[in-house]
């Protein structure tokens, strides 16, 4: 049920309910009347008739004279006192007797009704009921003969009306109260109902939503059953807060990969800037000792064929080792230089099976897997630009193992988005965590002084780069290291 019907209908049932207390008794008011009337006189006939009652017919004052002086008058507002001596004349009555008014006729009003008083006395004296008049009450008189035997007698009548008057409630009056009453107990219901069905409720919407913005989502929603308004709200309320919700989960998601994706391109930015910064300085480097190196070598050679003796040969061995081995460095520098791969392709078995012949050596003591899929694999890559990249990696994965007994692996798979993927996948101690993301960069060598420079998995990153593919390395959930390369299929 709508909230403003539920209001209505508890405004129209307070209403109806007094309003109609308010007709039965206007409806019955001559009987209430009837029922006030005969309770005043009950109640005040019976006190005033007592009073009398112990003063004059216990025969102490029966005269004119002891009635008139009675102390007991001044509890009144006002005394009138008429013996049954009354002539009546048509419709009108005539004290022909004692008429008599021990308070005085000053106190009395204008409009005082004295032929309603009178006619209230006279019959009160012959029928020995009380009645009430001009807001007072008519009774009979009863006095005791002094030092007689006879009965008591009617003296006449008497009008007393009391110093506060009888108070009778009106119509106009009931009125009044009854819309005071209907007011208050409607407003106060409104007030009840209003705070239960719409204030409450709302505050603890208020309550929500202050708490969901300071991440206390967990406040409880008022419960059904308030109003089709109301539990609309909290339902649209709850249905607001669920999509926020939702709508920042995803966008925490989103944030967080896209908060990945750029530290991964600035990672890849600033590897490809040092790489073109080391390359260029490599490229400078490499030139200038290119030269003389070429010099020194020729020189060496000449003074092999002229130097005589054992001691001499052997110096010569070692010197020229060194310049092969500054040459090779040069070499590789050189490789580092800004410059482009070679296009081509290649078959992919036929490198597989010129790195293993090139390495036999290094091989031997580790078991050395070959897996192709299909077997005439091509990639788009020139054979001696993959080889080289291949090579380095098998050769790391034999430092890797060491003197151990390992397993080495190489396989190529075409992939359904169809490129290749091609693996190098070793069993040795693999590398650190905090290293793998700096893996690719020049210079960062796992290997122990003087035996690596380096630049091995940097120019083999390069050079994947170049022929437009990708290079990622990962340690192995059984144990080991991984290296795998994906390239465009030839």
Partial sequence: MRLRLRLTLVLLAVNA??????AWWTANDEVQQDLRSESVKRIFAERITSRLAARFESGEANEIADIVSWEGWREFEDVLLVDTRVLRVADDLVPIGAYLSPKGSR???VDFPYDAVLSGMVRASEELEPELIAGG???????QEKFSLQPRRIWGGVYVRPRNGFQVVSVPTLVVAAAIAATLLSASLVYLFLGRAMIRPVERLSAAAAGFGDH??????PGPGLGREIDGLVDSFRGMRERIVNFQTELEIEVERATEAASNAERRAAQQERLAAMGTLAAGLAHEINSPLAGALHSLEVLRREAAGPKAERYSELIQESLERIRELVQRLLRLAPARAESG???VQSVFEDVGTFLSGRL??????????PEDLRVAAAPGDLFAVLLNLVQNACDALAEKSGEIELEAMKLSDGRVCIEVRDCGPGVKDELLPHLFEPFLTTKDVGQGTGLGLALAHATIRQLGGSMDARNRSQGGFAVRIELSAG
């Avoid at 206390?216 to 929603?221: G, P, Q, T």
């Fill in 17 to 22: 309910v007094v309003l109609g207390a308010l």
């Fill in 107 to 109: 106190i009395r009003a």
């Fill in 137 to 143: 009450i008519c009774l009979p008189l009863i006095v």
């Fill in 216 to 221: 206390r989502a967990h406040l409880a929603l």
């Fill in 345 to 347: 392709s290649c078959l």
């Fill in 364 to 373: 031997e003591g580790h078991r050395f897997k070959v897996r192709i899929e």
